[in-house]
């Protein structure tokens, strides 16, 4: 059963840098894309970045410039950089998998828990 551990999120304020990390247990397919989602309360879910087996990436053009999707095979870990971070950041965040290269799209088959990621001005 694939496994997506989350974490890294917090409280914090406007300005600062957060890293989340993903732990996981996807890393046998050859293939793949793996991404992070977020959630705020009363909005859709949207997807912020992902990233394939190629090592291809792609953003929400919101977090461009700002986060950064990187993975760790020897260590089974996902992780997204997030740096200048705003209030409108404020989400519960979400580790994402699939075989399929959903990009961002919500459709990835694998979930994890999610981290809330909290920022204040």
């Known amino acids: 059963q694939v496994q997506l551990v989350e974490s890294g999120g917090g409280s914090v304020q406007s300005g600062v840098s957060l890293r989340l990390s993903c732990a996981t247990s996807?890393?046998?397919?050859?293939?793949?894309?793996m991404g992070w989602f977020r959630q705020a309360p009363g909005k859709e879910r949207e997807g912020v970045a992902a990233?394939?087996?190629?090592?291809?990436?792609t953003y929400k053009d919101s977090v461009k410039g700002r986060f950064t999707i990187s993975q760790d095979n020897a260590k089974n870990t996902l992780y997204l950089q997030m740096n200048s971070l705003k209030p409108e950041d404020t989400a519960m965040y979400y580790c994402?998998?699939?075989?399929?290269?959903?990009?961002?799209?919500?459709?990835?088959?694998?979930w994890g828990q999610g981290t809330q990621v909290t920022v204040t001005s």
């Open positions: 994402v998998a699939d075989k399929i290269d959903w990009w961002l799209l919500p459709r990835y088959a694998y």
């Open positions: 996807f890393y046998t397919s050859d293939t793949y894309c």
């Open positions: 990233i394939d087996s190629l090592g291809h990436t």
